[in-house]
């Protein structure tokens, strides 16, 4: 996705306020050209509906009386590898910090997507199989600790939802309640996806995730924001701590979101002496080599992993005595250090493959650290596995079958999630562009710089084809009349335009907005303060798009409005070329028309007969009254031809009015 600038000869840009001379024509023939072009319609003014008020500032930020609940979480896990049955106790402290009472409170329930009247069966053509289903989640115990009493609580379930009823509202500014959950589930197999368990080799491995229920989020924007788990649009979780436990057989290696705080009841004098080795190490040091994953265990009975995280919004733990492990140490800035590890089969060993994951883990992490904020966390994983890639805070699912350059792209993406979402806390359920386009802008320039380029530039063949230019390739789907669009709801794209618009426009709009709208400097400078200052938050569409108008100096509403809220098509054409007054030496007189609903600042360039290119830049501003602009390049040579747009760096869909002999 990466824009590559070719070789130019003698290559001069010039800035077309200060050197070229523009006539608007008179009604003949230019005012005839076909054009679907408005500018009143693309810079419409009042783009934002909404005021700025004392919760999301008009300048982007978070507002003075901006509020969010916390949750904290106590688990305690325990899974039986016989019956694959999750067993947990869970206590959830509730703190509502909103200005509301509330009176009832929502819990998401993401396992019982897997029931047989599940809603999901109807929505993905992803669904269960009939004799892939599970039951759900099965409550023992579902209590209420209030004003210091303990209840029975009463609450119904629906589809992947828990309402809980309460006698005495939660009192706003600071109320607070507990939740007490005793409850089990059978752990879907490999058809689970995001919690799951498989062969290998050396035994099964499980990926647990959205494993205990949640409380949803209760917001300034939608309230409770209840919308049921259908598997496509992801998570929006509340922040606080989570403090957990699992249970596991003792010759399985758990590997768990946050910090394992009991290593010397879990782990082997050697292994705990080879992480120390690891915390000082650039290079991948080996805790549990092959050798000691297929020796016979002297472990009988079970263990209990003890794991703590602060100030997240999710964890998730792989478990597995199959699992090979190794880690290196993660240079953070100023200073600030962190650990890189992978857990991975016996079939995933390889030079290209897993042997490289913690190298592409720390190198991502590394990056994505000094270019836009620091990772927070005291660790990160990765683990191998069938979840393909999918990413919680600190931990990674991905797939064990990956090598190479898919590899690396498919960790530096998955752990980028940790800026998006897990960091700036979207609601991805509602925006999935919020986490998933935006995380693969990051990710573009991260596989710039990993290892001085070494897999530039990114491409993810799953919607941009070997070769070609990323501008050209976003044509089709942007013409496509059934594509929907970058606001769709997640739940409501299909398939088939889910990497096409959800990841590859998104990042490729910002990528366009960094490189050729905005420049460089300006556009890092409030992308980095949209992260900063929404780190634990939760911001809503315009308050990303408010952040960049205001940090970046620019009201970009005709982007917005053209790129993300429409499939505007871009169509810029040369109608005409030739010198004026027939003389080379007073210029070329060039006529553009812009003949679809886009607009783009554009690069217009001069081929001269000794081989030199000769460059100016046009402003968007170009388009904001005309349809149709005539001006002069001011050279003083022989031209061959004029072309709009040399890099292709813009989505014109009709390359083929974009370049014109001289008359």
């Known amino acids: 996705m990466k824009l ?65 609940n916390r949750v904290d979480y ?18 959830i402290s509730y703190t509502n910090n909103s200005p509301d009472a509330l009176q009832y409170l929502w819990l998401q329930l993401d396992q019982n997507t897997y029931k047989k009247d599940a809603r999901s069966n109807y929505y993905t053509p992803f669904a269960p199989k009939p004799e892939q289903h599970t039951t759900g989640y099965e409550f023992e115990s579902v209590e209420i600790v209030q004003n210091g009493k303990t209840l029975k609580a009463d609450y119904i379930v629906t589809d992947t939802r828990m309402q809980i009823r309460l006698k005495d509202a939660v009192i706003p500014n600071g109320g607070k309640i507990s939740i007490l959950i005793k409850y089990y589930y059978t ?66 290696l758990v590997a768990g979101s946050g910090e394992l705080l009991n290593p010397t009841e879990v782990l082997t004098t050697k292994e705990i002496n080879r992480l120390a080795t690891a915390r000082n190490s650039d290079k991948t040091v080996m805790i549990r080599p ?12 079970t263990l209990t992993w003890h794991f703590k995280m602060l100030n997240t919004r999710d964890v998730a733990f792989g478990a597995s005595k199959a699992y090979i492990w190794d880690a290196a140490r993660i240079n953070l800035p100023e200073g600030k250090k962190s650990m890189a590890m992978s857990v991975y089969p016996v079939e995933s060993v390889g030079d290209s493959a897993w042997t490289r994951a913690t190298e592409f883990l720390k190198g991502s992490i590394e990056y994505f650290s000094a270019k836009w904020f620091v990772y927070p966390y005291p660790n990160a994983v990765n683990e191998a596995g069938i979840a393909g890639g999918m990413e919680y805070p600190g931990i990674t699912f991905d797939d064990y079958r990956s090598s190479g350059k898919d590899l690396f792209a498919l960790i530096a993406h998955e752990i980028g999630h940790n800026w998006f979402p897990m960091i700036v806390g979207s609601d991805e359920r509602r925006y999935g562009w919020m986490d998933e386009g935006l995380n693969t802008f990051i990710d573009i320039y991260a596989s710039d710089e990993f290892n001085k380029g070494e897999y530039k530039p990114k491409r993810d063949g799953e919607y941009a084809p070997k070769g070609g230019y990323p501008a050209d390739e976003i044509v089709p789907t942007i013409g496509d009349p059934d594509a929907i669009t970058i606001m769709t709801p ?32 300006r556009f890092d400078y409030a992308f980095r303060n949209y992260i900063h200052k929404w780190a634990y938050k939760h911001p809503q569409p315009d308050d990303f798009f408010r952040s960049m108008d205001n940090g970046a100096g620019e009201d970009l509403s005709w982007f917005w409005k053209g790129w993300f809220y429409n499939n505007y098509k871009l169509d810029l054409a040369l109608v005409d070329a030739r010198y004026v007054d027939k003389d080379h030496t007073k210029g070329i007189q060039v006529t553009v028309a812009n003949k679809d609903e886009m607009a783009m600042p554009f690069t217009i360039e001069v081929l001269l007969k000794d081989g030199s290119k000769y460059r100016m830049k046009l402003p968007v501003e170009t388009w904001i009254q005309d349809k149709v602009i005539t001006f002069t390049i001011p050279t003083t040579s022989e031209a061959e031809s004029v072309t709009i747009d040399p890099d292709h760096a813009m989505p014109d869909y009709n390359r083929e009015n974009n370049t014109l002999k001289v008359k």
């Not at 106590?74 to 206590?91: C, F, G, H, P, Y």
């Not at 092959?290 to 009975?301: E, F, I, N, W």
């Open 4 to 68: 590559k600038l070719i070789g130019l000869g003698a290559l001069v840009f010039l800035n077309f306020a200060a050197q070229a001379q523009r006539h608007r024509r008179a009604p003949n023939p230019n005012d005839t050209i076909s054009s679907n072009y408005d500018p009143s319609v693309l810079f419409t003014p009042m783009f934002y509906t909404d005021k700025g008020n004392e919760f999301h500032s008009a300048n982007g930020e978070p507002g003075p009386k901006y509020w969010q």
């Open 187 to 252: 752990m879907p197999a490999d058809f689970g996806g995001r919690n799951d368990y498989f062969d290998t080799k050396n035994g099964k491995i499980y990926e647990v995730a959205q494993w205990f229920p949640r409380m949803c989020v209760y917001d300034d924007s939608h309230g409770w924001d209840t919308l049921p788990f259908l598997g496509s649009g992801e998570f929006y979780c509340e922040y606080g701590d989570i403090d957990y436990t699992v249970t596991a057989p003792a010759d399985m």
């Open 490 to 521: 997640a739940d409501g794209v299909a398939e088939k335009y889910r990497h096409s618009i959800t990841y590859f426009k998104t990042a490729f709009g910002l990528e366009l907005l960094r490189e050729q709208i905005i420049g460089k400097d």
């Open 74 to 91: 106590q688990l305690k896990a325990n899974i039986d590898t016989v019956t694959k049955v999750l067993r947990d106790n869970e206590v």
């Open 290 to 301: 092959l050798s000691d994953v297929v020796a016979p265990s002297t472990r009988k009975g």
